[in-house]
């Protein structure tokens, strides 16, 4: 099949190669030129473990990027992959959708041919068929359900695992507006629809829509009560990890999503548990406990570095942030809980010295004035206290002889030799 995908970040990009490694022909439809010459240069714009050699054996074959919307009128099928950021009230901003779609509208005009526009992008109930879809009516001159016909086709993947999350997914999500629209996504996604570890969910646009921030407000919760009753744990003197690996034995919790610490970042969970609460608010309803789930994750980042005040005066001491990045795997730093502790550290009169393998150089320009350093023995030499961020693996080979005082608050569980610590602390054990 013919598949364009407007927007080509980190969901755009991996849907591509994965598209081309399932036999598809497609087109990465993308503002941001340099993106454009790294794909067709048979590179990966960005860092995912296994999307490299998929750009590199697909480009120039069956797999483009472009700038030029025109060129959409040669595909059949086209994905919007279009950000949706929050506003500063935290509500959904749908500027880029807009933009974007209008494009798409303006050139559908000019094709004849049947096509299907697919909403990938996680927006609020409503928003494919009472704002999508009239833009491209209007921009078009099209109708839809004539020849023009949308859907909603959630997505799931988890960054650092995004390849294998699209290629073996346990669900596929199809809000089809029409029959046709349904089978022509069935086909699109055959060789993943065969698994049978995947499920297909067909339903109706706005559940789809639904079904995307439900699934992330249940995650996101998830953690929160875990951090909860990880805070109750330490305030007992209980191990979290303990109590809650015995939980998670009960299959109708799951040991998945079980991890207390720091609690959860990252480019989506954020921005979507506070546009499911505005929407929800613009509804009418309060959704206290979506409220919560915030405010104890807001507090974690506060807790580790009240935690590391009780064994290290502040005032002139150098702290060492090990991890920068949302979570391992990735050198994505967007609302990384490392941030918010740099940010509580430094109130406190604290020198920070950061390092992360991965995403010192998307943290340097927001905090040019901490020090980076290239390694983690190279951040701990001379600290006075060090704090753990993300659970980047190579974290559970820490040596700390280079310390100036031997403390560590660790706010991730890394498996590390805590006899070869003055003080371990750990954020919820
Ligand atoms: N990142 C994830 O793990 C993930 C997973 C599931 C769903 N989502 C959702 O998918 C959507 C995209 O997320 P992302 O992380 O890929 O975003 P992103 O910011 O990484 O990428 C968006 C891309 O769109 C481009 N773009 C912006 N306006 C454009 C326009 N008018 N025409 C063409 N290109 C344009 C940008 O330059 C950028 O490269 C969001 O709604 C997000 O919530 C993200
Ligand atoms: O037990 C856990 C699990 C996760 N986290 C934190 O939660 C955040 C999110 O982690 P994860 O869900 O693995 O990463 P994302 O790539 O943000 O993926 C989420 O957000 C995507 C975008 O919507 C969805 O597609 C995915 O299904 C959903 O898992 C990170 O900060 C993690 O450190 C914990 O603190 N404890």
Known sequence: MDVSIIGSGYVGTTIAACLADLGHDVLNVEIDEDIVATINAGEAPIHESGLEERIAEHAGTNLRATTDYDEIRETDVT???????????????????????????????????????????????????????????EESGRRIGDGLEISMNPEFLRMSTAVEDFLEPDKVVLGASSEGAAATLRELYAPILEREETDLVETDVREAELI??????????????????????????????????????????????????????????????????????????????????VSVND??????????????????????????????????????????????????????????????????????EIEYADSADEALAGADGAVVATDWPEFDDLAFDGMERRVLVDGRRIDVDRDALEVYEGLTW
């Open 79 to 137: 994905f919007l992959c279009l950000p949706t950021p929050q506003t500063d009230d935290g509500s959904l901003d749908l500027a880029p959708m807009r933009a974007g779609t209008e494009s798409l509208g303006r050139t559908l005009a000019e094709k004849d041919g049947d096509h299907l526009v697919v909403v990938k992008s996680t927006v609020l109930p409503g928003t494919t068929e009472e704002v999508v879809g009239p833009i491209l009516e």
């Open 212 to 293: 995307k921030y439900a699934n992330n407000a249940f995650l996101a919760s998830k953690v929160s009560l875990v951090n909860e009753l990880g805070n109750v744990a330490k305030e007992y003197g209980a191990d979290a990890y303990e109590v809650l690996d015995a939980v998670g034995l009960d299959d109708r919790i799951s040991d998945r999503f079980m991890r207390s610490g720091l609690g959860w970042g990252g480019s989506c969970f954020p921005k979507d548990v506070n546009a499911l609460r505005a929407g929800a608010r613009e509804q009418g309803y309060d959704p206290d406990l979506l409220d919560a789930v």
């Open 299 to 368: 507090e974690q980042p506060r807790r580790l570095v009240a935690l590391l005040a009780e064994h290290v005066p502040f005032e002139g001491a150098r702290v060492a942030v090990l991890g920068l990045s949302f979570k391992p795997g990735t050198d994505d730093v967007r609302k990384s809980r490392a941030l918010d502790v740099i940010e509580h550290l430094r109130e406190r009169g604290a020198e920070v010295v950061a390092y992360d393998p991965v995403a010192v150089e998307n943290v340097r320009p927001d905090y040019p």
